[in-house]
């Protein structure tokens, strides 16, 4: 089953009942790193719902974990608006990029497939290269790829998944935006998602937690010396959003109702992320830097 939204992006709705339930989300779990495809319940992504007007005409964007989820949305809301993007995503999620570069390019944009690792330093150097030889330049850096696995506790936490943890989520930001500053002009935008696991961490998900926050604290700093060169850095956090990895990397006791303890009462969906990075990625945000955006279902930032 698909989730679709009744409305667009425009339209008022009521929150608490515009998106499938999360009673209705079933216990289940997938293998790693988790295939939309194989979602018994799949994510809405926007493809029947979100409206572009132009706001990032001749942009070009590169967004990793784009194959899926949030990236997905991403995507497709970036060709929407005009902007043509090089996605980034493991080589095993392959079916899922290919469904996500026929979105954008059903839009008219173009989409670069870019498969590999972003724990490499040489990959996400490579990646950057790609995106400026094919697309004519780099304007919207989206550093959105991260690992996650919940643990029982920190004496099961092994140094292997902690290594892989922080290189994947906070080494690979780091890297990715030294290989992109050379190429980004003034009006550039990077946007990093991080969670509300960065201000209310979960015992389970520790090493994952304790990487978000690394990440809001990395985005605050880097906006400090880039503004300067008109460089904006903002970030994106979001709450208990339904992705391929919420059932890839939790226990199906934990995926049943995935969603429910936020005030609006459900997971969110990443078509309704979708604007906050347009927005931070349009010149509406022009003087917005260093800032995050909490869409958490109204679970409390501070």
């Known amino acids: 089953m698909t989730i679709m939204s009744s409305g667009d992006q425009f339209t008022p709705q009521d929150p608490t009942t515009s998106q499938t339930a999360s009673e209705d989300l079933p216990g289940h779990t997938l293998e790693h790193p988790g295939r939309e495809s194989d979602m018994p319940v799949a994510p809405d992504f926007g493809e029947s719902s979100y409206r572009g007007s132009g706001r990032l005409e001749g942009r070009r964007a590169l967004i990793t974990g784009g194959d899926s989820g949030i990236g997905r949305a991403v995507a497709l809301a970036f060709a929407r608006e005009g902007a043509d993007v090089v996605i980034s995503y493991l080589p095993e999620e392959e079916d899922d990029a290919q469904e996500t570069a026929r979105v954008v390019r059903d839009a008219g944009r173009r989409c670069v497939l870019a498969p590999g690792d972003v724990r490499d330093e040489t990959y996400c150097g490579e990646l950057v290269e790609r995106t400026v030889a094919e697309l004519g330049g780099l304007d919207v850096l989206v550093s959105n790829a991260a690992y996650q696995m919940a643990i029982e506790g920190i004496a099961d936490l092994s140094t292997e998944q902690l290594v892989r943890t922080f290189t994947t989520n906070v080494f690979a930001a780091f890297w990715l935006c030294k290989a992109a500053l050379p190429h980004l002009q003034p009006g550039a935008s990077i946007i990093v998602t991080t969670s509300i696991q960065a201000y209310q961490p979960s015992p389970s998900l520790l090493d994952y937690a304790s990487t978000?926050?690394?990440?809001?604290?990395?985005?605050?700093?880097?906006?400090?010396?880039?503004?300067?060169?008109?460089?904006?850095?903002?970030?994106?956090?979001?709450?208990?959003?339904?992705?391929?990895?919420?059932?890839?990397?939790?226990?199906?006791?934990?995926?049943?109702?995935?969603?429910?303890?936020?005030?609006i009462g459900r997971a969110g969906q990443p078509a309704e992320l979708a604007p906050a990075y347009v927005f931070l990625a349009s010149q509406e945000s022009s003087y917005v830097t260093g800032e995050r955006i909490g869409v958490t279902g109204g679970m409390p930032t501070p």
């Not at 906006?223 to 059932?247: D, K, Y």
């Open 212 to 263: 978000k926050g690394a990440l809001l604290n990395f985005v605050k700093g880097l906006s400090q010396e880039l503004a300067p060169q008109g460089i904006r850095v903002n970030t994106v956090a979001p709450g208990p959003i339904w992705t391929p990895l919420i059932p890839a990397t939790m226990p199906a006791e934990e995926v049943e109702g995935f969603g429910a303890q936020t005030p």
